[in-house]
Each structure stands twice: as C-alpha cells, then as structure tokens.
C-alpha cells in the first residue's frame, strides 16, 4: 500500500496522495517522538523535522525494486544515529562559558567588590540585547548552574538550534569582551 502511495505521488505531486503517505508513516509513530527526541539528545519538533526531511528525500530516491517502507526505515535508523552522534561531538567541542567561572578560581566567599563588578557587567550586558528572545536566553544561560544548549532550548521554548547560534553569535561578537569580564 505504502509503495502504491509513493509511485501515485511521484507521478502525481497530488498533496492528498502525500498527506496520506505522511499519516502512513509519521502521524502512526507521533507518540514515539519524544522518546526518540530523549534518546538523540534533542527536542521533539527537531525529530518531527528529522523524519519529515527523510521522508521526502526517501520519496525521492526510492528505486521502485525493493519496499519503500525498507528505506525509509533504514534510512531513519541512519539519520537518528547521525543526529545522535553528531550532538555527542558537538557536546564534546563545545562548552559554554559562564562569565562568573572565568579567570581565577571563583569561590562563594568573593569579595563585595567582585561581586558588584559582576553584577554591573551583567546588567550591561543585558542592556545590550535589543531582542527579547536573545534576552531570555541569555537571562537562562546566567541563571543556570550548568548551562547547556538543550537545557536552556528547553528552558526557553526556544529551538536548540536557534540557541546554539545565539550564543555562539554572542560568544564571537564584541560582546566577548563582556562575557569574559
């Protein structure tokens, strides 16, 4: 049935041949989402986008020789372990620096004047950031003990992807220069 689907789309572009194909393989599986999300260390909405991508490029390159249903599910367990691996090296590489556990070894017996100076790069910081999105994640990533990007993605509400840029961007800009004050 699936593989009827996939030739009548091909031949066709009919959205309501696609719609059909899409409730056959993705809405079946919705209620696995979130537990795939937590075992590839992402969101729900990146693993909806994640099979939506394969989805159609498996529509694409199907051969009509073998099931379609094989590749597409060969080709999920490729693309899941792709993620999964990719965010462990990203996890690895990247850390995120927090401005008050930079340079000598902060303690919680810093003195009045440190803290004020902390305090006031902060504020400045803050004051920067003209965006409330930017502003909320920065606001996350400062009150959070460990900061990550899922957790503050989670957080947030925001896409971790988005978060990683903000940051990152952040990070590069001549607002380095704060965040290392």
Not at 112 to 118: F, L, N, P, R, S
């Amino acid at each position: 049935m699936i593989d009827a689907l996939v030739i009548e789309y091909r031949e066709t572009k009919n959205e309501l041949v696609f719609n059909e194909l899409y409730r056959e393989l993705i809405d079946k599986q919705r209620k696995k989402f979130s537990a795939i999300a937590r075992s590839i260390n992402s969101n729900e909405s990146d693993v909806i986008a994640l099979y939506e991508d394969i989805l159609m490029k498996c529509v694409d390159k199907w051969d009509g020789i073998r099931p379609f249903e094989h590749l597409y599910k060969f080709s999920m367990k490729r693309a899941r372990a792709n993620v999964y691996r990719n965010q462990s090296v990203r996890r690895n590489k990247e850390t995120i620096v927090d401005p008050q556990d930079v340079g000598a070894n902060r303690t919680a017996g810093a003195t009045t004047e440190e803290a004020y100076i902390q305090n006031e790069t902060m504020r400045t910081f803050k004051g920067m950031i003209e965006d409330e999105i930017t502003l909320k994640i920065v606001e996350t990533f400062l009150q959070s003990d460990k900061p990550s990007y899922a957790e503050i993605s989670r957080v947030t509400g925001v896409n971790r992807w988005s978060v990683t840029r903000i940051l990152k961007r952040l990070d590069t800009t001549k607002n380095r220069e704060l965040l290392l004050a």
